[in-house]
């Protein structure tokens, strides 16, 4: 720059924006701003990935010049400052360059486990850690490199899960000069610069500015040629602008007319020390309209000189920064329980237990397993209305309730779906009322109601009424096919055959829940009687599945034997249990306490199979201490039935195995439902008696009845004495 041209232009500018005699240079502090896509981000990673861990992360801050004579740029953390999630698979979040609204800065988060430990943290031990990083950088020339670690930054936190309030506190470290920097000039850049000078300068700031690989590059070397050429070059060019006027630019997040921006405090670090630059002239670049404005910039001269202790290699500068609060040295905290979509903030509440069961006592919790899995309710009465409840508490968010009556006077009290005004008007629908009321509890769930009666063996079907109920049949079929767990809540025995034939012909998982009066049983009806591609929820490879079911086998002896159904124990078939009633056998009476008991064992036998590794052909087990249970699977044995008696306060894990008889799950009835489909349904519905000659029953049964003891008087007393 010539000597005469600079002068003339100083001589142009008033006395009043000129300081009237050397001051200590003073900055405006950088500002910070979080979006609440990062503190929703933080909270999904907290409880998805860190649970416990309370290890420093690495995130990206961003911000861009100033470009408003008015407001200040923030330094802003979005949902993309935080490390990538590989099992969020969002492209989106990957780090883009060359943004120009968007400059990258490095910064490091101390997230902590509780509050008091948040308030604990040693805060000038963390600032001083973070500014030796950016000495260390100055050192070893990678502040040239990559400038932006200049102006790395510090962000410690507590994240609030149960309230969604996060207090947090921001860091710019800043490597404090001792003596502090003597400004000696601060004007616009309009009023330093000749005209040809603002307006070759202003060019090459566009051109830098907007090129895809210096946008974000936020430090930068300014050389004016004596032709009043301006040229833009990377700090790592300093030995190439030596002989020539330089002035060290960066992007000025400050609006201020008479202080620079923070980031300048550790660029002159690096021009005093790293190149032994006394005098620092700087440009604060700034914008309007996404172009350079002289008369928004700043040229300012400052004297640097290197403090005495920084010449020690053992040194480590003192550091300053911490963001001041309303004028204090102090923490923030936000809210964004009012601003959150109620919906969104129900999904993270509900999900918040199970996802701190993962920190420390189920690691291997499998969430995406649950929330995906979908279930069928067979009946949306006292048990239904319970095992749909605990189903949402698990995770669960795939339910679909069938139930062909309505809401009676009587139900809502034992029935927790519904309430009073389900009952008036005749009723409603138990399968639309229960599925309105999951989705007022919990309004992401995706709920379905079905009102269908299930045929049932033993009620005969009128010949003009075949076509409907076999209608209902296949879509019964329909139902199952499509879900992966069938529960079996209905309040009669014979309601209970057609799907747990059709569970079996299609190696279906289901599960029953039946009440007496003070007893309840609870049981997973085992795999189908052969081996059928497909594991229902279970996720199995089919050599791993088929493998697996080879060896289940109803034979007694060493190998697994097949676990039975409901009906396995049977020697009947299920019949009319309905007509011919009294009041009280008509309805279903039981203890009040039983229903809730029988519906969490069965929701529980449900997750149990579901993290089994063997699914639904696991072994029945009784104890740890079985030979060959697994005992080692996190939630536990996996038992067949559960039988209890609230009565005695008592409860019984019991194994009962396959029947080569079963009206309902054995090999001969399944492969007659195979060949002849609902032909056979529906004569097993009109002629229960069918199902006893088809499984030998029949037969089994004359052969007891002609079965007699002649027992010996002499030697009844010995034998009572035996017993």
């Not at 923030?332 to 903030?345: F, W």
Request: proline fraction near 6%; charged fraction near 20%; charge should be negative.
């Amino acid at each position: 720059m010539a000597e005469n041209a600079e002068s003339q232009q100083r001589s142009r500018s008033s006395s009043s924006s000129k300081p009237s005699f050397a001051q200590v240079l003073q900055f405006a502090p950088f500002q910070s701003a979080v979006d609440e896509a990062f503190w929703r981000r933080l909270s999904s990673l907290k409880l998805d990935t860190l649970g416990l861990d309370q290890s420093p992360i690495e995130i990206t801050g961003f911000y861009a010049p100033c470009s408003h004579p008015q407001v200040s740029k923030h330094l802003t953390l979005l949902s993309e400052s935080l490390p990538p999630d590989p099992s969020e698979q969002l492209p989106s979040l990957g780090m883009s360059r060359g943004n120009r609204n968007k400059c990258p800065v490095p910064g490091i988060l101390y997230n902590t486990n509780t509050l008091e430990s948040f308030h604990a943290l040693d805060k000038r031990s963390l600032l001083n850690m973070e500014a030796k990083k950016i000495w260390e950088d100055i050192i070893s020339g990678k502040a040239e490199e990559e400038c932006a670690v200049l102006s790395r930054f510090l962000l410690i936190s507590f994240a609030d899960l149960k309230k969604w309030s996060f207090h947090y506190w921001f860091a710019f470290p800043a490597l404090a000069l001792d003596p502090p920097a003597t400004l000696t000039d601060l004007r616009p850049a309009s009023q330093w610069f000749n005209i040809e000078e603002a307006e070759s300068l202003s060019a090459a700031c566009n051109e830098w500015r907007n090129s895809r690989l210096t946008a974000d590059v936020p430090f930068f070397l300014v050389t004016i040629a004596s032709n009043s050429h301006a040229s833009i070059r990377p700090l790592k060019d300093w030995e190439l602008c030596q002989g020539q006027k330089v002035l060290f630019g960066f992007y000025d997040p400050c609006h201020l007319p008479n202080n620079p921006g923070w980031p300048l405090r550790n660029f002159l670090a690096l021009t005093c020390f790293r190149w032994k630059v006394k005098l620092v002239r700087f440009l604060c670049y700034r914008e309007k309209h996404g172009l350079a404005d002289m008369g928004l910039s700043l040229v300012g001269e400052a004297l640097v000189s290197v403090p005495e202790g920084w010449r020690d290699p053992h040194c480590v500068p003192k550091a300053v920064g911490w963001e001041p609060q309303k004028g204090k040295l102090a923490s923030r905290c936000i809210s964004l329980r009012e601003s959150m979509d109620p919906t969104r903030l129900a999904i993270s509440a509900a999900d918040l237990n199970l996802k701190l069961m993962r920190w420390r006592t189920l690691p291997s919790l499998n969430l995406n397993m649950l929330s995906s899995v979908k279930c069928l309710l067979l009946g949306a009465g006292t048990l239904g209305c319970q095992v749909a409840r605990m189903l949402m508490a698990w995770g669960v968010r795939k339910i679909t309730l069938l139930d062909s009556g309505r809401v009676a006077m009587s139900n809502p009290l034992r029935q927790s779906l519904y309430t009073f005004d389900d009952c008036v008007n005749g009723g409603d629908l138990k399968s639309s009322a229960s599925v309105r009321s999951l989705k007022h509890i919990f309004p992401a769930v995706e709920a379905e109601g079905i009102a269908l009666a299930i045929p049932m063996p033993g009620h005969p079907v009128p010949h003009g009424e075949e076509a409907s109920v076999l209608n209902d049949c296949k879509q019964l079929q329909n139902l199952i096919l499509s879900h992966d767990v069938t529960f079996l809540l209905t309040d009669t025995r014979e309601s209970r055959w057609l799907p747990t034939l059709f569970c079996a012909s299609y190696n279906k998982i289901a599960i029953t829940a039946a009440l007496g009066f003070d007893s309840y049983l609870v049981m997973r009806h085992g795999a189908g009687p052969d081996v059928f591609q497909g594991s229902g929820v279970k996720d199995t490879a089919e050599g791993t599945l088929v493998a697996a079911m080879e060896k289940l086998s109803t034979a007694e002896g060493g190998e697994r034997r097949r676990l039975g159904c409901y009906f396995c124990n049977d020697v009947v078939a299920p019949i009319d249990s309905t007509s011919n009633r009294t009041l009280d056998q008509q309805c279903t009476v039981t203890r009040p306490g039983l229903a809730p008991i029988a519906s969490a064992l069965a929701v529980e036998l449900l997750v149990g199979i579901l993290h089994h590794p063997d699914g639904i052909c696991a072994p029945g087990e009784i104890s740890n201490n079985d030979v060959g249970s697994n005992s080692e699977q996190p939630l536990g044995i996996l038992p067949h039935q559960v039988r209890g008696s609230i009565s005695q306060f008592s409860q019984h894990v019991l194994i009962g195995y396959s029947s080569n008889s079963c009206t309902a799950c054995c090999n001969t009835v399944v492969a007659e439902y195979r060949k002849r489909g609902m032909e056979f349904v529906l004569q097993a519905i009109n002629q229960p008696s069918y199902l006893e000659d088809l499984t030998g029953l029949t037969e089994l049964m004359k052969s007891a009845s002609a079965f007699q003891v002649d027992w010996d008087d002499d030697e009844t007393e010995d034998v009572d004495a035996d017993f």
